[in-house]
């Protein structure tokens, strides 16, 4: 999953290098932070949050395969 959303991230931004993911997992949740550059955090939550929430709901859908939940946290 988290090559996943480092392949989403990546391909919105404009300094991919500077795109950084990782992970914390206990039994039943995952914790995703999601760091990029300050000029991509627009890119990244998009206009009203729209593009932050289909992000969060593709990786909901992933982690409901594994029984699992998802949270994603947006650091600048």
């Not at 932070?33 to 992933?62: C, N, S």
């Amino acid at each position: 999953m988290k090559e996943t959303l480092t392949t989403i991230i990546t391909s919105l931004v404009e300094f991919p290098e500077q795109v950084s993911v990782s992970e914390k997992e206990d039994e039943k949740n995952i914790v995703f932070e999601v760091k990029v550059a300050q000029k991509d955090m627009g890119k990244v939550i998009g206009r009203e949050g729209k593009m932050a929430a289909a992000i969060r709901t593709v990786m909901k859908a992933l982690a409901a395969k594994q029984s699992k939940r998802v949270t994603i946290e947006f650091i600048g």
